[in-house]
Antibody
Framework: QLQLRESGPGIVRPSETLSLTCLVSGDSISSSFYYWAWIRQPPGKGPEWLASVNYRGASYYTPSLERRLTISVDTSKNHFSLRLNSVTATDTALYYC????????????????WGRGLLVAVSS | DIVLTQSPLSLAVTPGEPASISCSSSQSLLNRNGYNYVDWYLQKPGQPPQLLIYLGSNRASGVPDRFSGTGSGTHFTLKISRLEAEDVGVYYCMQGLLLWTFGPGTKVEIK
């Protein structure tokens, strides 16, 4: 059974860089079928997709945050990571990692497995 | 950017009764391949979202057949034929045509 687990700091100071890691177990991150994603959810709000990466490092970013985001993959450790720089209070959120699968001949991507989420607060 | 709106934003339903949630998109989600690039997710309290419906009308594995998705272009509907207590939570539509964005959510409670 695939499991994803987020790790990282619970508190980050304003203007600093948030670094998160998602450990994948139960499957190889090197499968060509999948992308691996970060999604966040501010308190009381809906989810916001941030970025996705595949095992070769091909990546997509949400345009509004692209300049501040870096997503990366480490196949040797079966994990992927996210860095968000210059954080402010508006970056306070529950951060999820998720797998994007590939459905049908059109390879339509859905978020089929999610981690439990990691609450990150930006505070001095 | 594609913007999704949902209505209603909250809904209280008697168990066994039907429920319906609408999702509207600022632009068509119908791809040239004939598929509508819209999904529905349910987020139960304290849990991450879980996939219910993909490509507008396809139930994900393990999803009960009381859930159905309809619509095309810019208007979509999620219907629950008979609400059960385990269906409470927040329902989100999501577009996957141009990257991925979620709607604001519809909170479903038991009346």
């Amino acid at each position: 059974q695939l499991q994803l687990r987020e790790s990282g700091p619970g508190i980050v100071r304003p203007s600093e860089t948030l670094s998160l890691t998602c450990l994948v177990s139960g499957d190889s991150i090197s499968s060509s079928f999948y992308y691996w994603a970060w999604i966040r959810q501010p308190p009381g709000k809906g989810p916001e997709w941030l970025a996705s990466v595949n095992y070769r490092g091909a990546s997509y970013y949400t345009p509004s945050l692209e300049r501040r985001l870096t997503i990366s993959v480490d196949t040797s450790k079966n994990h992927f990571s996210l860095r968000l720089n210059s954080v402010t209070a508006t970056d306070t959120a529950l951060y999820y990692c998720a797998r994007q699968d590939c459905r049908g001949d059109i390879c339509y991507r859905t978020f089929d497995y999610w981690g439990r989420g990691l609450l990150v607060a930006v505070s001095s | 950017d594609i913007v999704l709106t949902q209505s209603p934003l909250s809904l209280a339903v008697t168990p066994g009764e039907p429920a319906s949630i609408s999702c509207s998109s600022s632009q068509s989600l119908l791809n040239r391949n004939g598929y509508n690039y819209v999904d529905w997710y349910l987020q139960k309290p304290g849990q991450p979202p879980q996939l219910l419906i993909y490509l507008g009308s396809n139930r994900a594995s393990g999803v009960p057949d009381r859930f159905s998705g309809t619509g095309s272009g810019t208007h979509f509907t999620l219907k629950i034929s008979r609400l059960e207590a385990e269906d409470v939570g927040v329902y989100y539509c999501m577009q996957g045509l141009l990257l991925w964005t979620f709607g604001p959510g519809t909170k479903v409670e038991i009346k």
